[in-house]
């Protein structure tokens, strides 16, 4: 063939092979812009076909609202609202949005080709942990304490030349568990999810009123048959 078609054979392949490599390395829009490769995940959400921004937008998106998901927590006829905003709890994503897109991204094009390859067999997933002020959840936990907590009340027995005579009636008591509640809470702030029912436990009297009834132990008789029956 002539060296003009040869060259532009040339050129043509090379063409051919670039744009299979940019394919290949990360998802690329007809506008050329790079997204996010297959099978990357960060908390649990895919990010592929995103860009970078529209990532760290999403994910800061999904960041507001776990901040702000109230949960009702419930004791017989109280409720309390709880949000990981009230502790100031917080979720860094940044280092890992950029693990993950450093995958398809970074290194050479046989690097990233091979990355690629092996994100379909397994799955890239990173995971940011959320902190808190563990002094702001003591005081939550603490102030629904203050409201919930009940000392238990004795009975009080007043003796009569008859029998005891209960002056005052027993109560049972209420006590929260404050570490069990301490430690739903900060499941819910990693999960999203725990028992919105309070942990309380009853508590009962040391002198309770059923204690102080009088109850017959024994019976005995003997006939009377004596010379000075008086």
Same mark, same amino acid.
Not at 169 to 198: C, M, R, Y
């Given at each position: 063939l002539p060296l003009g078609v040869k060259l532009g054979a040339a050129i043509l392949a090379l063409a051919l092979l670039v744009f299979g490599g940019v394919k290949l390395i990360g998802r690329v829009s007809s506008s050329g812009v790079e997204r996010y490769v297959d099978n990357v995940f960060v908390n649990g959400v895919q990010l592929t076909g995103m860009t970078k921004d529209e990532g760290v937008a999403y994910m800061n998106e999904l960041r507001d609202k776990w901040l702000n998901q109230t949960t009702t927590l419930t004791w017989q006829d109280q409720s309390w609202d709880f949000s990981p905003a009230q502790v100031n709890a917080t979720l860094d994503f940044g280092d890992n949005m950029e693990k993950a897109w450093s995958l398809g991204h970074v290194g050479s094009r046989a690097d990233r080709k091979l990355i690629i390859e092996g994100l379909k067999r397994a799955p890239a997933e990173f995971v940011s942990d959320p902190t808190y002020d563990e002094a702001a959840l003591e005081k939550f936990?603490?102030?629904? &304490?203050?409201?919930?907590?009940? &000392?238990? *009340?004795?009975?009080?027995?007043?003796?009569? =030349?008859?029998?005891?005579?209960?002056?005052?009636?027993?109560?049972? !008591?209420?006590?929260?568990?404050?570490?069990?509640?301490? &430690?739903?809470? *900060? =499941?819910? *702030?990693?999960? !999203?999810?725990?028992?919105?029912?309070?942990?309380?436990?009853?508590?009962l009297p040391a002198v309770a009123s059923e204690d102080m009834e009088m109850k017959v132990v024994a019976k005995f008789s003997t006939a009377v048959t004596f010379r000075t029956s008086a």
């Open positions: 936990v603490a102030d629904i &304490a203050a409201q919930v907590d009940l &000392a238990p *009340i004795d009975a009080e027995v007043t003796l009569t =030349e008859l029998k005891p005579v209960i002056t005052r009636a027993s109560v049972n !008591g209420w006590k929260l568990d404050q570490e069990q509640l301490k &430690a739903n809470l *900060i =499941e819910l *702030i990693e999960t !999203g999810k725990t028992d919105p029912k309070l942990p309380v436990n009853e508590v």
